[in-house]
């Protein structure tokens, strides 16, 4: 993948001649946007463990974006007034580099690169508001077969929970640790129940994040861990595979 010092510089080329104060000030506000609209677009709070743990976890900045251009929202129109959508998304690449999120900096990176024509927005644009709005099983169960039981696993998830992003995927597998760790029933919360039950078909038990690695147990053989960076490609190429 391309590093981040690369797409900081392709993105400080997009932007040209914006200055650095006005990039700052858009920036702000662009930011505060999606993060009011993500508010919007997750509703009301869910009870239920899994549940409240993936609302909780914010999509990529840029995804928040693309539901706000395609709505035509016009909140978008003061920010949209000052700079193309692909100078937006750049603004969006820099904000997820300085909060050190790797995924989402890609995410608009890719997302900026295809608003530059407009046949490749408009495609990436259904595509994102296809995951958005139609949580079901996409690509991850494809591209995981004959792939080792820790990937499977990491798939069965993201079908499940209809996210590709590691921040919804990882903070839903806190949640089947901790209840693997439990004695306790889950009958309330009838999607946990459903991934505890294929995890115990899959043979895998997370053990938790830790040092950039996941730790888990895979079919009784003891502790095994993983960069959670492999993770993260494994989602990336999963939600570019997906079937819709």
């Not at 990176?109 to 490749?120: G, H, I, K, T, V």
């Not at 792939?147 to 597998?173: C, E, K, N, Q």
């Amino acid at each position: 993948m391309t590093k981040l010092s690369l797409l900081d510089a392709e993105v400080r080329r997009v932007l040209g001649r914006i200055s650095a104060r006005k990039s700052a000030r858009l920036q702000e506000s662009l930011v505060a946007l999606c993060d009011a609209h993500w508010t919007e677009m997750r509703g009301q709070q869910p009870l239920a463990p899994l549940a409240r743990a993936v609302w909780e976890a914010r999509r990529p900045l840029a995804h928040v974006f693309i539901d706000l251009y395609a709505r035509a929202d016009p909140r978008l129109d003061d920010i949209l007034n000052s700079v193309t959508p692909a100078h937006a998304l750049a603004l969006l690449v820099l904000s997820e580099i300085a909060h050190g999120n790797t995924e989402g900096a890609r995410l608009a990176y890719d997302s900026m690169m295809l608003f530059e024509s407009s046949a490749a927005r408009n495609e990436h644009t259904r595509s994102v508001l296809a995951e958005l709005a139609a949580p079901g099983r996409h690509g991850a169960d494809r591209l995981a077969r004959n792939r080792p039981r820790l990937l499977r696993a990491t798939a069965a998830i993201a079908a499940h929970i209809g996210r590709y992003d590691s921040s919804a995927v990882f903070s839903a597998i806190r949640v089947i640790a901790q209840a693997q760790a439990s004695s306790a029933q889950y009958s309330g919360d009838p999607a946990l129940q459903a991934l505890l039950e294929t995890m115990k078909h899959l043979g895998v038990i997370f053990l938790g994040f830790e040092s950039g690695r996941l730790f888990y147990a895979s079919n009784g053989t003891g502790k095994k861990s993983v960069p959670v960076k492999r993770l993260v490609d494994f989602l990336a190429q999963a939600r570019q595979q997906r079937v819709l």
